[in-house]
């Protein structure tokens, strides 16, 4: 199967002008396309292009644009096969998942069509009879969109579907690794949205994605990425005051609790360590185990992990693909290394899969204390890391006890250990016995070094508009504190 190489650019289709890069399929190891970057002059265009049509597709009625984004959507669902496919070549992850993404993005695109047709303002009380006070929604403007590699689709339409439908026009920027999903999308948004709606451009995040960051045709930045680069583009963004919305690294906890099924517990915290090869921000990836059922819970944990079929995305019986990198996969390699010598026992998995492609095995670590690297920092990687603890007490404190906060799960029957967890987790979301689930009518979002923005839900149309407030005198008389000459 080939990938078209172009940007959209003011509505045309075509291809970089800057150096080639190659896009590699991480389950093989080799090249699946060469795409061109764009340069800096078309950048400059795209965002040009966006700014222009800004106007327009603001003012186009609610019920109009609308029905263009239910137009995208309509239009993904005929496509949808190809843009999985791009997925499975770029990311290495099952088909099967990736078409369920694909019904996820159909759906947002008309959730928000739908949603933002209902977004209303407010009046204010006014400071006097005869005057209103009216706050109402307005978009941004051109909203510069920079999205990762691990979920190019998804994390591209949480920003899209709403920017768009509030009004704003955006450039999307795609990580390097994988650009080709997008570029098949981009073929969609040229025939169902007017020009310049929707504009993308190619390259590496130092250069294309900072210049998208700084350009002052951009009036606000959704990033979705690491700590480090979010920490730095926040700052380039206060430098010229521009809203940023940060969606920003983790290290999620989950705690599972004496009264919880070990069977049960053991199954949702692989699945939520391992989806995906463990290359999910919201990933379990430290896990505290109630003492008394701790060593049964390991060893359902150790044989749930052993029975996950790793292999060929193309294989509807696969349930994890690779890594999307030997970089990545020889940093979580370096990791494991470090938990064992520190004194941490590998209980399965540990090793590369021999052969082609960047497979690992899922691995479970016992032995583990919370000092340890692999408890502290973002891993990225498939592996689940286990101690126990000995009293409520001592398992909010070790899973508080974090710099970030995206999210923490909690397995357990006690609605007080539930409340107690969403009043002392400072985390966007709590997932009690179920986790990871993205509810898209729920928001989605991370606090402190997870960063500020909340994506999905009713919450998205928020984030992507700013309150104006309209001072309407309707009675024309002077008023007495008005300057007025002797
Ligand atoms: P990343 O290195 O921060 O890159 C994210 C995006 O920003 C890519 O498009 C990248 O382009 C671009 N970029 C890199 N450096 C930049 C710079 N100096 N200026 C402007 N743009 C720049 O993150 P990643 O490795 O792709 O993604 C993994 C991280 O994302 C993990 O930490 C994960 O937890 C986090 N994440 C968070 C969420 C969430 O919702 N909170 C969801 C998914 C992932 P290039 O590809 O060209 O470098």
């Given at each position: 199967?080939?990938?078209?190489?172009?940007?959209?650019?003011?509505?045309?289709?075509?291809?970089?002008?800057?150096?080639?890069?190659?896009?590699?399929?991480?389950?093989?190891?080799?090249?699946?396309?060469?795409?061109?970057?764009?340069?800096?002059?078309?950048?400059?265009?795209?965002?040009?292009?966006?700014?222009?049509?800004?106007?327009?597709?603001?003012?186009?009625?609610?019920?109009?644009?609308?029905?263009?984004?239910?137009?995208?959507?309509?239009?993904?669902?005929?496509?949808?096969?190809?843009?999985?496919?791009?997925?499975?070549?770029?990311?290495?992850?099952?088909?099967?998942?990736?078409?369920?993404?694909?019904?996820?993005?159909?759906?947002?695109?008309?959730?928000?069509?739908?949603?933002?047709?209902?977004?209303?303002?407010?009046?204010?009380?006014?400071?006097?009879?005869?005057?209103?006070?009216?706050?109402?929604?307005?978009?941004?403007?051109?909203?510069?969109?920079?999205?990762?590699?691990?979920?190019?689709?998804?994390?591209?339409?949480?920003?899209?579907?709403?920017?768009?439908?509030?009004?704003?026009?955006?450039?999307?920027?795609?990580?390097?690794?994988?650009?080709?999903?997008?570029?098949?999308?981009?073929?969609?948004?040229?025939?169902?949205?007017?020009?310049?709606?929707?504009?993308?451009?190619?390259?590496?995040?130092?250069?294309?994605?900072?210049?998208?960051?700084?350009?002052?045709?951009?009036?606000?930045?959704?990033?979705?990425?690491?700590?480090?680069?979010?920490?730095?583009?926040?700052?380039?963004?206060?430098?010229?005051?521009?809203?940023?919305?940060?969606?920003?690294?983790?290290?999620?906890?989950?705690?599972?609790?004496?009264?919880?099924?070990?069977?049960?517990?053991?199954?949702?915290?692989?699945?939520?360590?391992?989806?995906?090869?463990?290359?999910?921000?919201?990933?379990?990836?430290?896990?505290?185990?109630?003492?008394?059922?701790?060593?049964?819970?390991?060893?359902?944990?150790?044989?749930?992990?052993?029975?996950?079929?790793?292999?060929?995305?193309?294989?509807?019986?696969?349930?994890?693909?690779?890594?999307?990198?030997?970089?990545?996969r020889r940093k979580v390699l370096g990791e494991i290394e470090a938990?064992?010598?520190?004194?941490?026992?590998?209980?399965?998995?540990?090793?590369?899969?021999?052969?082609?492609?960047?497979?690992?095995?899922?691995?479970?670590?016992?032995?583990?204390?919370?000092?340890?690297?692999?408890?502290?920092?973002?891993?990225?990687?498939?592996?689940?890391?286990?101690?126990?603890?000995?009293?409520?007490?001592?398992?909010?404190?070790?899973?508080?006890?974090?710099?970030?906060?995206?999210?923490?799960?909690?397995?357990?029957?006690?609605?007080?250990?539930?409340?107690?967890?969403?009043?002392?987790?400072?985390?966007?979301?709590?997932?009690?016995?179920?986790?990871?689930?993205?509810?898209?009518?729920?928001p989605f979002g991370g606090n402190r070094s997870s960063g500020d923005?909340?994506?999905?839900?009713?919450?998205?149309?928020?984030?992507?508009?700013?309150?104006?407030?309209?001072?309407?005198?309707?009675?024309?008389?002077?008023?007495?504190?008005?300057?007025?000459?002797?």
């Open positions: 199967m080939s990938f078209p190489d172009h940007l959209l650019i003011d509505g045309d289709l075509g291809a970089g002008e800057g150096s080639e890069f190659n896009v590699v399929d991480p389950a093989t190891g080799e090249t699946r396309s060469t795409v061109h970057s764009s340069t800096e002059i078309q950048l400059a265009q795209a965002t040009a292009a966006a700014r222009r049509a800004q106007p327009e597709w603001r003012s186009l009625s609610q019920p109009e644009r609308s029905r263009a984004l239910h137009e995208v959507a309509d239009r993904i669902r005929v496509e949808g096969e190809r843009v999985a496919e791009a997925l499975t070549y770029e990311t290495g992850r099952p088909l099967t998942r990736n078409r369920l993404y694909v019904d996820m993005t159909v759906d947002l695109f008309r959730m928000y069509a739908e949603l933002s047709r209902a977004l209303g303002g407010r009046v204010a009380p006014s400071n006097d009879p005869g005057q209103l006070s009216l706050i109402l929604p307005a978009p941004y403007g051109v909203v510069g969109c920079l999205i990762p590699w691990n979920y190019p689709l998804l994390l591209m339409v949480f920003k899209v579907a709403p920017a768009l439908a509030t009004g704003n026009t955006v450039v999307i920027k795609p990580a390097s690794e994988t650009p080709l999903s997008l570029m098949v999308l981009s073929e969609i948004f040229a025939t169902t949205l007017p020009s310049g709606v929707v504009n993308t451009v190619v390259g590496s995040g130092q250069t294309i994605g900072e210049g998208l960051v700084t350009d002052t045709n951009v009036d606000m930045i959704a990033f979705t990425g690491s700590t480090e680069v979010g920490r730095r583009l926040g700052v380039l963004c206060a430098e010229s005051t521009k809203p940023s919305h940060l969606e920003l690294g983790g290290k999620d906890p989950a705690i599972v609790f004496e009264d919880a099924d070990p069977t049960v517990a053991a199954e949702a915290v692989a699945w939520a360590s391992f989806l995906n090869a463990g290359q999910v921000c919201t990933s379990t990836e430290r896990v505290y185990v109630h003492e008394s059922i701790h060593d049964r819970f390991l060893d359902e944990v150790v044989s749930v992990t052993e029975s996950i079929r790793v292999g060929d995305p193309w294989d509807e019986s696969t349930q994890v693909g690779p890594m999307r990198s030997e970089g990545r938990a064992v010598s520190a004194g941490a026992e590998v209980v399965a998995g540990g090793s590369a899969i021999e052969g082609p492609g960047f497979f690992m095995a899922p691995t479970v670590l016992a032995g583990v204390d919370h000092e340890m690297g692999v408890m502290r920092e973002e891993t990225f990687g498939p592996v689940l890391p286990v101690m126990s603890f000995s009293s409520d007490d001592e398992a909010f404190a070790l899973a508080a006890d974090t710099p970030y906060g995206l999210g923490a799960s909690v397995y357990t029957e006690s609605p007080t250990r539930v409340e107690r967890a969403y009043r002392e987790l400072n985390v966007g979301t709590v997932w009690v016995n179920d986790p990871v689930v993205d509810n898209l009518a729920a923005a909340r994506e999905l839900g009713v919450e998205a149309l928020e984030s992507f508009t700013t309150a104006r407030h309209v001072h309407w005198n309707l009675a024309l008389d002077p008023k007495p504190w008005w300057f007025r000459p002797e």
